[in-house]
């Protein structure tokens, strides 16, 4: 077993060789039971940069990237039985669908992505039912 103290010791990760993983701890807590908080996380910056001037090729990357999200995020809230979170995020990927797009003036768009980044952040506060918080040992 490794041990690696990262912020003074704030987030340990182990290496265990039986299990073949690289996180334990919170780390394991958030992608064991809220899977989805990284790729919401993502979703959210980028959705706030999209606010500003960019190219063109960012917006296209922006729906490849939201509708996939959106897609995972309604996929694990239909798994938990959370389905108004499924019903949420269902529109969110079909307005960003890379597919057959939906063409809006960049005045329309801002709204929308910053509601978006909104559902986004929301989301981050979903869990599996029937579980809670790490319980954090003082040192």
């Known amino acids: 077993m490794i041990k690696v103290n990262i912020f003074g010791g704030v987030l340990d990760i182990f290496l265990f060789s039986e299990h073949n993983c690289l996180y334990s701890g919170v780390e394991r807590w958030i992608m064991d039971k809220r ?5 919401a ?10 606010v500003a ?6 917006y ?5 990237i939201i509708c996939g999200i959106s897609i995972f995020v309604a996929y694990e809230s239909y798994e938990w039985g959370k ?3 499924t019903w949420v995020f ?4 079909i307005l960003f669908n890379p597919l057959f797009p939906i063409y809006l003036d960049k005045s329309t768009w801002r709204p929308i992505d910053i509601f978006c980044a909104f559902l ?7 869990s599996r039912p029937g579980e809670s918080k790490p319980i954090v040992k003082p040192k």
């Open 35 to 39: 899977p989805h908080i990284i790729p």
């Open 120 to 126: 986004f952040a929301s989301s981050l506060f979903l």
């Open 41 to 50: 996380i993502v979703a959210v910056i980028m959705l706030i940069v999209a």
């Open 90 to 93: 269902i529109p969110v990927a």
């Open 83 to 85: 389905s108004w979170a």
């Open 53 to 58: 001037p960019l190219p063109y090729g960012y």
């Open 60 to 64: 296209q990357f922006l729906r490849w």
